[in-house]
T-cell receptor, first 112, second 110 residues
Framework: EAQVTQNPRYLITVTGKKLTVTCSQN?????MSWYRQDPGLGLRQIYY???????DKGDVPEGYKVSRKEKRNFPLILESPSPNQTSLYFCASYTGRYNEQFFGPGTRLTVL | GQQLNQSPQSMFIQEGEDVSMNCTSSSIFNTWLWYKQDPGEGPVLLIALYKAGELTSNGRLTAQFGITRKDSFLNISASIPSDVGIYFCAAGAGSYQLTFGKGTKLSVIP
């Protein structure tokens, strides 16, 4: 089954404790993105990747890092999480040709 | 940056009624997409539009890519309870980034 998976689905952590949210896709898509979703603000892109070892900033990259060492994986790293990063995070993958983005199930992060 | 104005923000309708929502922008886009998000889930692609004036259906859903390339609408006919959720429009100018509307929250009263 074609899908995007994210782990963990729920995470509660404390300020400053480094964390990684994993994302994996099995559709051989070149492009992958990370979004955060906040009430009243909709979906905002954090980072995207056009291929292995190629990443670029989206609209709200501050406080986040990404890496793309393999085509199927695109982890999101928060080196020093802060409470304003409490949000619902989505990973997406797509071919780039048609921009039809397929989303993962989401990770709800709470930073205390 | 580019912004999409999606309306209405929310709507309550009776089961069986038709629904219409739209997105507008001051910018021109090459792609319009419509997504649905159920509570606790990620957005799911409903319809993709790639050509100005294009009208596409997916079951009871119909969407159109505006002729000016600055707007799109989504219609749902004969709504049913499982249509409940948040509907997002999204538009792309290039091949790798999308701008999203803030969503229309649909409630269906049985």
């Amino acid at each position: 089954e074609a899908q995007v998976t994210q782990n963990p689905r729920y995470l509660i952590t404390v300020t400053g404790k480094k964390l990684t949210v994993t994302c994996s896709q099995n559709m051989n898509h070149e492009y992958m993105s990370w979004y955060r979703q906040d009430p009243g603000l909709g979906l905002r892109q954090i980072y995207y990747s056009m291929n292995v070892e190629v990443t670029d900033k989206g609209d709200v990259p501050e406080g986040y890092k990404v890496s793309r060492k393999e085509k199927r994986n695109f982890p999101l790293i928060l080196e020093s999480p802060s409470p304003n990063q409490t949000s619902l995070y989505f990973c997406a993958s797509y071919t780039g040709r048609y921009n039809e983005q397929f989303f993962g199930p989401g990770t709800r992060l709470t930073v205390l | 940056g580019q912004q999409l104005n999606q309306s209405p923000q929310s709507m309550f309708i009776q089961e069986g009624e038709d629904v219409s929502m739209n997105c507008t922008s001051s910018s021109i886009f090459n792609t319009w997409l419509w997504y649905k998000q159920d509570p606790g889930e990620g957005p799911v692609l409903l319809i993709a539009l790639y050509k100005a004036g294009e009208l596409t259906s997916n079951g009871r859903l119909t969407a159109q890519f505006g002729i000016t390339r600055k707007d799109s609408f989504l219609n749902i006919s004969a709504s049913i309870p499982s249509d409940v959720g948040i509907y997002f429009c999204a538009a792309g100018a290039g091949s790798y980034q999308l701008t999203f509307g803030k969503g229309t929250k649909l409630s269906v009263i049985p």
